[in-house]
């Protein structure tokens, strides 16, 4: 009777079909950790404090590119000097145009300075882009002409021509126009030349056995091995 080759109740070493060993997972990529976490919020706050001061240049451009609305009094009324005009459109239109400017533009500096998303960061760009918005449409109303149209229409006399109040009608449109655009801009800017995250790897083989010298492997004896006594028929060999 020959002895087996293996102990009892104990796998041999290279059986492919055995408990893959302790730790044998997906490798997932390190997450990060608390003094990166803060980097990141530093980061995102002062992308945040850029873009609402940033605001002040959309206010500026606003004021100096969008259209005016003529006004016209008969000192009982104020009128539109032209009733079919698109000035008023086009107030909100060059806003939203300039917003969705300001909106790649921040995008592209922040992504080429960062190198790579996160939320946090996506969320300073919204936050920014909004307050920016809110900044630009307060400073081009302040600085455009006076909201008291009455005084204004007195004081320029009866048939003079005169701007009226720079105002945005489609008020949710234009402020949600530049933190929209800079998302997605960003997100796009991350997912085609953002950094990617490295492949799991398998930590445990599970691939064909090697045999070793003088022994087969889990499937067979090793080619070119004697065979065992009995082995020739098929009948295994009795005590």
């Known amino acids: 009777m020959t002895a087996p080759l293996t102990p009892p109740h104990q796998p041999q070493p290279n059986d492919p079909w055995q408990a893959p060993p302790s730790g044998s997972h997906l490798l997932h990529p390190e997450q990060p950790g608390p003094d990166e976490r803060s980097a990141e919020l530093r980061q995102a706050a002062v992308v945040a404090a850029v873009l609402t001061v940033a605001g002040i240049g ?11 609305v003529p006004l016209v009094s008969d ?9 079919e005009g698109e000035e008023a459109i086009g107030a909100d239109g060059t806003f939203v145009l300039l917003a969705l400017a300001f909106g790649l533009v921040s995008a592209a500096v922040v992504f080429l300075l960062r190198r790579r998303g996160g939320i946090p960061l996506v969320v300073g760009l919204a936050l920014g882009g909004l307050l920016g918005s809110l900044l630009a449409w ?12 009455v005084a ?78 009995g082995a020739e028929d098929g009948r295994p060999e009795r005590p």
């Open 75 to 83: 000192d009982t009324a104020v009128f539109l000097k032209n009733s």
């Open 138 to 149: 307060g400073i081009g109303t302040w600085l455009g002409p006076t909201s008291d149209v």
């Open 152 to 229: 204004h229409a007195k004081e320029v006399g009866k048939g003079v021509t005169f701007d009226a109040p720079l105002e945005l009608h489609a008020v949710g449109a234009a402020m949600l126009a530049w933190p929209i655009a800079a998302m997605i801009v960003h997100l796009g800017l991350t997912a085609l030349f953002g950094p990617r995250d490295p492949e799991p790897e398998w930590a445990g083989s599970y691939g064909t056995p090697q045999a070793e010298p003088g022994h087969g492997t889990a499937f067979g004896p090793a080619p070119g091995a004697p065979a065992e006594p």
């Open 58 to 68: 959309l206010g500026l451009l606003w004021l100096w590119l969008a259209p005016r």
